[in-house]
Structure formats: structure tokens, C-alpha cells
């Protein structure tokens, strides 16, 4: 079993990242998926979800607007797209699949100019 992210980097404030996890070992397209993140010194927290079809996504509210979650059920790939990026975006950003109860090992993202 395998959720492996890529996709994080060191960006400016205003740009832009996509983050990708391909999950492998497991039947991908049983499970929501969500997107977690966790600052440095700070408790991990929620960022986005989406069904396990794709239908349905909701945000945590400060992301709302910026970022955008979809997959690929035929890649088994969830990704995470991120505009106007902000310095309190910056954390190692992880994806889990609820139903299975799988975590990645997640991607540092950092946006500072």
C-alpha cells in the first residue's frame, strides 16, 4: 500500500503549485479522499476533500477559493491545486484515504519570496 505525494517546492507569495498523490496497492476509487497539511510547531489540520466519484468537494475556509481538489480514478491520483498562494500556506502537505485509513509521507510546500 502506497500514497505517494509530489509536487511541493518553494514558491513566491501569489504563485501557484499542483500537488499530486498516485495511491497504489488498494482500490482507490472506494475511497474519499482528503488533503491535510501541518505547519511547523502546529497540529496537523484539513485542507480538502472529495467523494470517491469525484461529485462532491468541500474546503477549509481559509482555502476556499484558492484551492481546487479533483482526481483521476483511472490513475488512481488525487490532486491538490493551489493559486495565490500565501506564507501561511507553507507546510508539509499530506493525503489520506478515509476509507482505508491511509496516509502519505506528504511534500514540503513553502511560499516565501
Known amino acids: 500500500v502506497q500514497l505517494v505525494e509530489s509536487g511541493g517546492g518553494l514558491v513566491q507569495p501569489g504563485g501557484s503549485l499542483k500537488l499530486s498523490c498516485a495511491a497504489s496497492?488498494?482500490?482507490?476509487?472506494?475511497?474519499?479522499m482528503r488533503w491535510f497539511r501541518q505547519a511547523p510547531g502546529k497540529e496537523r489540520e484539513y485542507v480538502a476533500f472529495i467523494d470517491s466519484a469525484g461529485g462532491r468537494t468541500a474546503y477549509e475556509d481559509s482555502v476556499e477559493g484558492r484551492f481546487t481538489i479533483s482526481r483521476d480514478n483511472a490513475k488512481n491520483t488525487v490532486y491538490l491545486q493551489m493559486n495565490s498562494l500565501k506564507p501561511e500556506d507553507t507546510a508539509v502537505y499530506y493525503c489520506k484515504a478515509d476509507r482505508n485509513d491511509y496516509w502519505g509521507q506528504g511534500t514540503q510546500v513553502t511560499v516565501s519570496s
Open positions: 496497492g488498494f482500490t482507490f476509487s472506494w475511497n474519499d
